[in-house]
């Protein structure tokens, strides 16, 4: 089931990327509010639980290329957990939330990294967000907490209030840019890659990270992880 109007095809539609990203995390640690400020600045205090699959498609610009992250949202909640390998499938990025005054939905990282691994048939750009920073009273996971564990793990890391908008594009962002970044390698090695592997480019179709992509050197992420990119297998 999805919530978001897709654009009509352009005529310049081979200049144009489609990356899927997905959601994850336990359930009630607000991503769907995360994308809710990110897609339409909006924000639902008394929101539901997500039920089945929703998904947002959000335009950026980068390097004069128009870019389409194509959002997906789905239940956290393990009932719900049979869509989850068709959910996975095709994405390229990823936002693991944990709630930072929850300290149970931060000891479910671990089990959410394996199933996105379990479940992807590739390497997936992912940054783990510690959402819910406006509740600084009820903190139970410190930043430093969550910095050491996405260092270990090869994630970019940051913290986001989807309540009062700090760092929500950031997190959406660095996970756009650091994909096109790997894909923009892959251009520069190959510069008839658009004729030879067309399933790369746009046409409407999502972009597939090789597996050799993880060996590549990522950058330093802005949002103060030590290394991003793609995750550890």
Not at 3 to 32: M, R, W
Not at 157 to 181: G, P, Y
Request: hydrophobic share 35%; aromatic share 8%.
């Amino acid at each position: 089931m999805a919530n978001a109007e897709e654009e009509p095809q352009q005529t310049h539609q081979t200049e144009d990327y489609l990356f899927k990203i997905v959601l994850i995390g336990d359930s009630a640690v607000g991503k769907s509010n995360l994308l809710a400020r990110f897609a339409r600045d909006e924000f639902y205090p008394n929101s539901k639980s997500t039920i089945g699959v929703e998904f947002q498609t959000q335009k950026m610009v980068i390097n004069r290329k128009e870019v389409k992250a194509q959002i997906w949202d789905t239940a956290g909640q393990e009932r719900f957990r049979a869509v989850t390998s068709a959910y996975y499938r095709g994405a390229v990025g990823a936002l693991l939330v944990y709630d930072i005054s929850r300290r149970l939905t931060f000891d479910s990282v671990g089990r959410w990294l394996n199933e996105l691994h379990t479940h992807s048939d590739m390497n997936v750009v992912t940054i783990l967000v510690g959402n819910k920073s406006d509740l600084k009273d009820g903190r139970e996971v410190t930043t430093a907490e969550g910095k050491s564990l996405a260092e270990a793990q090869g994630l970019f890391f940051i913290e986001t209030s989807a309540l009062d908008s700090s760092n929500v594009a950031a997190a959406f962002q660095t996970v756009v840019k650091e994909i096109f970044n790997i894909l923009s390698r892959k251009v520069m090695q190959s510069q008839e890659l658009k004729v030879k592997d067309p399933d790369w480019m746009g046409n409407g179709k999502t972009v597939v990270l090789q597996a050799d992509d993880a060996n590549q050197q990522q950058p330093e992420a802005e949002t103060q992880a030590k290394k991003g990119g793609c995750c550890s297998s």
